[in-house]
């Protein structure tokens, strides 16, 4: 039984030898691969195509190191016997691989990157990792959430980090004598000497909704796409707003609720009876309820 391996070990040193070169192949292809790409600044993409690289190189080294072993086994047999394992394992395992393919279109799509802030079925934070299975965020909480990449590559992306500026709207709702142009004009010049508003496109204070008690002014206005930093300059804007509007003497009063009674109301109430120093007395009886 061993004869056939004894007449066979120079090829398995060939055989051998053909898998580690192979092996050490995909090694140099991966290094390659990851140093361009992290000088491109897509980690994630390096990291996985390096993977990628290693797995297919040492596959085909395989395969051929089975057919120096085995002259008899024909390396189009050996693919097709290949293709129908696939094909099992692909049943078996059809969510990893949706995940896995999924991973690697958005790979190659990049419609975001690590670093990126983007929100994915309701979880908003920061991408860490993009790899073959799953998308990791951290949350603006300091959470850890893994998205798999089939939800994240089948359901609507929002990257918040896309553009250098995003705008950001407040409401300011001021009394109705209020002379608009006056308020319009403090709004604006507030919102220009703003740290971390930007000039261009320049921000806007508008006249957006006519309330019960007040006429709401719409404040627009663009900064730096972070969410830290949308948040830092909205309190900067509403604080400086607020002490402008004070100084001026604009009044921003709360919202005002007028109850007026219905005859009806009026006549139920008063049927309630009366009160008394002694206590509530009734009308039916004219007698102390509490005896």
Known sequence: MLQPLIDARGRILVAALVLLFAYLLGKVVAFGVRRRYNRLQRPSFA???????????????????VTVVFPTVQPVDTLG?????????????????ENLLAGV??????????????????VRGTVQEINLRET???????RRVLVPNATVYKNEITVQTAFDAVRTEAVVGVAYDTDL??????????????EGVADDPPPLALVGVLGASTVDLQLLWWSGPQQRLVREVRDRVLGAVVE???????????EIVVLDSTPAMREALAGRGTATSDGPVSRATGRDPRG
């Not at 016997?81 to 059809?94: K, M, P, T, V, W």
């Not at 990791?136 to 300091?142: F, I, K, P, Q």
Request: proline share 2%; glycine share 10%.
């Open 136 to 142: 990791v965020l951290r949350t603006y909480e300091g």
């Open 105 to 122: 279109l958005l790979l190659f799509r990049a419609p975001f990157r690590t670093g990126d802030e983007v929100e994915v079925e309701g």
């Open 47 to 65: 990291a996985v195509m390096g993977r990628v690289a290693v797995l297919l190189l040492t596959v085909l080294g395989l395969l051929a190191a």
């Open 244 to 254: 402008a509007f004070n100084d001026a003497g604009i009044e921003m009063p709360a």
């Open 81 to 97: 016997s290949l293709g129908i394992f696939s094909i099992a394992i692909g049943f078996a395992f059809r969510d990893i691989l």
């Open 181 to 194: 142009r006056q308020a319009r004009q403090i709004a604006r010049d507030v919102l220009l000497g703003t």
